[in-house]
Nanobody, 123 residues
Framework: QVQLVESGGGLVQAGGSLRLSCAAS????????MGWFRQAPGKEREFVAA????????YNGDSVKGRFTISRDNAKNTVYLQMNSLKPEDSAVYYC????????????????WGQGTQVTVSS
């Protein structure tokens, strides 16, 4: 069982930055693919970025590539999402997710989810 706790959300003006963190329990964090998803009111949960156990990364190129960076610190069992040049359309609840070994961009591939952290970008 893996427990995920997100932090770092908040209110920021357009053009600003936030760094989200997701702390994971468990001894085998380095073997998990970690993903970030987001969900705005009335919309489906959307893939944002993932970092695989191998270190490879994948982004939602249409929405965030070039502005967001995912990284992980295996010594701290933590994954980060650095968000720069934020836009009002980035406003959503951001969720951290995990799956042992490989996962890609679909919510159905992930086995563990955090409770989410709210990000609000004002114009």
């Amino acid at each position: 069982q893996v427990q995920l706790v997100e932090s770092g959300g908040g209110l920021v003006q357009a053009g600003g930055s936030l760094r989200l963190s997701c702390a994971a329990s468990g001894r085998t964090f380095s073997s998990y693919t970690m993903g970030w998803f987001r969900q705005a009111p009335g919309k489906e949960r959307e893939f944002v970025a993932a970092i695989r156990w191998s270190g490879g990364t994948v982004y939602n190129g249409d929405s965030v590539k070039g502005r967001f960076t995912i990284s992980r610190d295996n010594a701290k069992n933590t994954v980060y999402l650095q968000m720069n040049s934020l836009k009002p359309e980035d406003s959503a609840v951001y969720y951290c997710a995990a799956r042992y070994r490989y996962a890609d961009v679909s919510t159905s591939e992930y086995d563990y989810w955090g409770q989410g952290t709210q990000v609000t970008v004002s114009s």
